[in-house]
């Protein structure tokens, strides 16, 4: 015989004929972990412990973008960092498939949703390189490193060495500030200027460098700064 049906089972019994029919709207954040979680403990009341990280974490943006340690700090299980993972992961992978085997220019507003959802909400600083051929398809996205952009002089050399070796024509480079505000910094516009004069001599094209943060993103390019 299988267990008795409980109260936690009637109320997620109800989340989810509220997500079937009114789709991820119908669900506040909290209720959105809530489900998660209840797929790495299906007889346990997840409400409390999913508000308590949103709280935690500062939102649902930065509690999906958490790294492992820093979830079991707050007492997660594997199984319950795997469920969290695993939206995040899907999130991203259906943004991206929106910029695949298109012109990345021509297709801008979905580039930057993709970059806001995957970047944004990171506590720590990284940079992302986005190689494109001639015809401005994209040929790979490239985490190259984390760290601030002040450090990062070492790695023209490096990116405009992959652009060549992925035989890319252009390149548009991308990182987060974990502020939340987009403003570019000077490090930020002399790395740029940095990969422009480094990538004029090779033939490789910077389009454009943009910044992420929770409260936007910020083109180099359309504030005549590249």
């Known amino acids: 015989m299988g267990d008795k049906p409980t109260s936690a089972d009637g109320h997620r019994a109800r989340l989810r004929l509220r997500l079937l029919e009114g ?75 929106r910029i695949e085997e298109r012109p ?15 970047m944004a909400h990171d506590a720590v600083e990284q940079v992302r390189v986005l190689f494109l051929n001639a015809k401005n398809m994209l040929l790979s996205n490239e985490a190259l490193w984390r760290g601030s952009v002040d450090e990062a002089a070492v790695h023209v050399r490096e990116v405009i060495g992959r652009a060549i070796a992925l035989g890319a024509s252009a390149i548009i480079i991308v990182h987060n500030h974990p502020s939340g505000d987009p403003t570019p910094s000077q490090a930020d516009i002399r790395l740029t200027r940095d990969l422009v004069d480094a990538g004029r001599h090779m033939k490789v094209a910077v389009h454009d460098h943009v910044i992420v943060g929770t409260q936007g993103r910020t083109s180099l390019r359309a504030q005549g700064l590249l």
């Open 23 to 97: 789709g991820g709207d119908a669900l506040l954040d909290h209720e959105l972990v809530e489900y998660l979680l209840t797929l790495a403990v299906p007889r346990r009341d997840t409400k409390p412990l999913a508000k308590r990280l949103i709280a935690a974490f500062g939102g649902i943006g930065r509690l999906l973008c958490a790294d492992a340690d820093a979830l079991r700090r707050e007492g997660l299980t594997d199984g319950m960092i795997g469920a969290l993972a695993i939206a995040r992961a899907t999130a991203h992978r259906l943004l991206e498939t």
């Open 104 to 118: 990345v220019l021509s297709s801008w507003d979905a580039l930057g949703e993709y970059l806001q959802a995957s």
